[in-house]
T-cell receptor, first 112, second 113 residues
Framework: SQKIEQNSEALNIQEGKTATLTCNYT??????LQWYRQDPGRGPVFLLL?????KEKRKERLKVTFDTTLKQSLFHITASQPADSATYLC???????????FGAGTRLAVHP | DGGITQSPKYLFRKEGQNVTLSCEQN?????MYWYRQDPGQGLRLIYY???????QKGDIAEGYSVSREKKESFPLTVTSAQKNPTAFYLC????????????FGPGTRLLVL
């Protein structure tokens, strides 16, 4: 079955360092991947979208890569801040009217 | 302000009772979705609607029902047939041109008494 897998263990890093989160997919060939941020008890908020023909996408301190050979997307937050602490969700779709498939998310904790 | 709203924030259900969760959007989006979120699991799609008066089952539709009589509204009813309804329910919308960026509401937490 189609799977989107994210590291279930929380990622703890020091303020100012770069956080790197991983999203792997199996039995699936997504046309694009999305990353969302979710704070406790709140709805997810869209951050970035990257298409299969794009290697890398940047937005301010955020960077996403998409490696179709490794079947993986990496999500980077540079110069991390305690305010970046949240759960980050990866989602994939084949595009068109195909549904989004979500990973379970990785919790990031940035310590001062 | 444009956005998507859900109510109530918390909802309590008694045994054998149907309850309805509200979802409204003023983003002029064609497509709307309902997801269920359980601890340690990804969002799972319950129902979705790409246009008014039309909707399709998602991956876990059993025990749920929806309607889409207006573009702005997509209420979800959790019926008594749903034996494990305790979860965080999220409504989302998108422009409908494919399923790209989705905009989520704040969620409703459903608890069973």
């Amino acid at each position: 079955s189609q799977k989107i897998e994210q590291n279930s263990e929380a990622l703890n890093i020091q303020e100012g360092k770069t956080a790197t989160l991983t999203c792997n997919y199996t039995n699936y060939s997504p046309a694009y991947l999305q990353w969302y941020r979710q704070d406790p008890g709140r709805g997810p908020v869209f951050l970035l979208l990257i298409r299969e023909n794009e290697k890398e996408k940047r937005k301010e301190r955020l960077k996403v890569t998409f490696d179709t050979t490794l079947k993986q997307s990496l999500f980077h937050i540079t110069a991390s801040q305690p305010a970046d602490s949240a759960t980050y969700l990866c989602a994939a779709s084949r595009g068109g009217y195909n549904k989004l498939i979500f990973g379970a998310g990785t919790r990031l904790a940035v310590h001062p | 302000d444009g956005g998507i709203t859900q109510s109530p924030k918390y909802l309590f259900r008694k045994e054998g009772q149907n309850v309805t969760l509200s979802c409204e959007q003023n983003l002029n989006h064609d497509a709307m979705y309902w997801y269920r979120q359980d601890p340690g699991q990804g969002l799972r799609l319950i129902y979705y609607s790409q246009i008014v008066n039309d909707f399709q089952k998602g991956d876990i539709a059993e025990g749920y029902s929806v309607s889409r009589e207006k573009k702005e509204s997509f209420p979800l009813t959790v019926t008594s047939a749903q034996k494990n309804p305790t979860a965080f329910y999220l409504c989302a919308s998108s422009s409908g041109q494919g399923q790209e960026t989705q905009y989520f509401g704040p969620g409703t937490r459903l608890l069973v008494l």
